[in-house]
Nanobody, 129 residues
Framework: QVQLVESGGGSVQAGGSLRLSCAAS????????MGWFRQAPGKEREGVAG???????SYADSVKGRFTISLDNAKNTLYLQMNRLKPEDSAMYYC???????????????????????WGQGTQVTVSS
């Protein structure tokens, strides 16, 4: 059974940094795509960043240059380093994974929600001005 467990959320002032982690377990696939999404109250869930098993990454325009997605294969952990945080980054952040080979971040493509088949429970990020 695949499980994704996020951690690292919290409260920070604008301009600060946070690093989110997503520990993945229960899978043995060598080809996959993983990503981060976020959802603020009253808004649609939106893609933030994605990464392939080959290391290619993609980002939403709103976070390019501030957020970095990475994957530690030895620890089966996905990370999202968030720098220069803004109040509009406040949201619940979710980790997602696709192990079916349905999608990729090739060419800078940021996969959509339906392209992922596993989700974590979320971790809250609050940025105050």
């Amino acid at each position: 059974q695949v499980q994704l467990v996020e951690s690292g959320g919290g409260s920070v002032q604008a301009g600060g940094s946070l690093r989110l982690s997503c520990a993945a377990s229960g899978y043995t696939y060598s080809t996959y795509c993983m990503g981060w999404f976020r959802q603020a109250p009253g808004k649609e869930r939106e893609g933030v960043a994605g990464i392939d098993s080959d290391g290619s990454t993609s980002y939403a325009d709103s976070v390019k240059g501030r957020f970095t997605i990475s994957l530690d294969n030895a620890k089966n952990t996905l990370y999202l380093q968030m720098n220069r945080l803004k109040p509009e980054d406040s949201a619940m952040y979710y980790c997602a994974a696709d192990f079916r080979g349905w999608t990729s971040t090739s060419g800078g493509y940021l996969p959509l929600q339906y392209e992922y088949n596993y989700w974590g429970q979320g971790t809250q990020v609050t940025v105050s001005s």
